[in-house]
């Protein structure tokens, strides 16, 4: 029986935190992360697990430490790299935080982890969990690491009934856990398995919806339990409403390459590479936004955007609807690579090596996905030569040649796209006369499907509305490099009628 001294009551808790504890020891998931002792691999793992799932971090986590072994390794590399190993992860500033934590630990600590609190804290990234985390675990210092799995514990083991609301629950929970890996030390426990257990037990058995409290090591002491409180504790913090902000995103092209802009310092996604995007004015037609957007702030004239799809991503307190828009730009050859602009054009290969933030990611995945379904005209004159056109400077393939044609609007069939797309581009009337072949290309972040047919010219005179310039020529005088794929292979399939 006890008496109801402190001595008592800390022995009552000090039972707790050892049955907690050898559970612990018994029950604990083989993580990468247990597995070393590493004091900077430790510290990438508590990065990494800030915001994101163990199953994700698992993923992550080994290669990223392949990629960058050591503190000094990681100091030293660029942030574009690191952000790259981290794509996918989300929550990017964490990754910067890392880097620049390890630099401040190379520059002033000879590459080793602080040992004491206060400097732990002034390092970017890290909070008073992850210094109790860390502490605990590289040097089992008794310094409690509260995260929700541990907040929840604690509130429900230890169900206070004075507390005002969940902030103060927040605030009683971590000086309780702090009283307690002290006890716990005193009487010989590891500090780095108290706060484990109390991660893996909520976790595992003390879960936010359905606790599993026949398997808990500590259900005969669980005030919760008893009082049938388990599923009003922890209390509920008011949640914020999501803003809902409708943005207009640009996919704009030149000579095969892509526009991205880098965004700023300031705001969401700062200091990334993402499609030119902005919000969309109240009451502007669509495209409009981006049109102007792109012309203030970088003096670009931007022409034909054509709405492609809208697509959604939900940030932590924010959603962004993005009305997906295509467009051309008229540029310069110095326009492209203007370093005082934070913008530039980039083939997919470079894209694809960039850390670009998942929004813009799901934007692009979309837009490779949607197949082009596009009709093309042979037309000829008396002596056998067809005409081709020049495509403007800018967007995909500006100034290839090309055979005049366009896009299949849906329930159009190909031969009345493709009369409604030379009346349109060259002011003639023409007829198709012969199916010639269909051509499948990819192309990077899409899918084009290309029908040649013969068509003969029924009326008008030729005057472009959208290509430079245009000429007749035989087929063997065509050469295929000056046109893009699909054009070129129905240019060796004449070629090679021609050969017969
Ligand atoms: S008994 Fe149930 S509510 Fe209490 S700590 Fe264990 S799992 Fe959580």
Known sequence: MGDGSIEDSNRK??????????????????????????????????????????????????PFLLRFPTARALARAETEEVLKSWEGLGYYARAKNLRRTCQIIVERY????????????KLPGIGAYSAGALLSIIYERPFPSVDGNVHRVFSRAYALDDVANARDEKRRTHNLARDYIQIAFQGGLSPSDFNQAYIELGALVCSPKKPLCDKCPIAGDCVALQAGLQRVRPLKEKSRAL??????????????RLMLERRDETGLLKGFWGLPTTEAFLGAEPGQSLVRYLATRYDLETIYPRELFVEQHVFTHQRWRMRVFHAFCELSCSDEHDPERSFAFFDSREIEALAIPKAFRKVLARYAERPLHV???????????????????????????????????????????????????????????????????????????????????????????????????????????????????????????LGK
């Open 13 to 62: 808790i000090f039972a707790i935190q050892r049955a907690l504890t050898d559970w612990y020891r018994a029950h604990r998931r083989d993580l990468p992360w247990r597995r070393t002792n590493d004091p900077y691999a430790i510290l990438v793992s508590e990065l990494m697990l800030q915001q994101t799932g163990v199953e994700t971090a698992i993923r992550y986590y080994e």
């Open 243 to 256: 803003e809902t902000k409708e943005m207009e995103v640009g996919i704009i092209w030149s000579n095969q």
């Open 110 to 121: 000879g590459g080793r982890i602080p040992e004491d609190y206060a400097a732990l804290l």
């Open 375 to 497: 009709v093309a005209a042979i037309i000829k004159d008396e002596t056998g030569r067809v005409f081709t056109a020049k495509r403007k400077p800018g967007g995909y393939f500006g100034d290839y040649w090309e055979f005049p044609g366009g896009k299949v609007e849906p329930g159009e069939t190909e031969e009345a796209a493709l009369k409604r797309e030379i009346q349109e581009e060259l002011s003639i009337v023409v007829e198709p006369t012969r199916f010639l072949q269909r051509n499948g290309y990819s192309y990077p972040f899409g899918q084009l499907q290309i029908s040649f047919y013969e068509c003969e010219r029924k009326g008008g005179t030729i005057r472009l509305t959208e290509h430079r310039e245009g000429r007749w020529l035989k087929p063997e005088q065509m050469k295929p490099q000056e046109f893009p794929p699909a054009d070129a292979m129905i240019i060796e399939a004449l070629q090679r009628a």
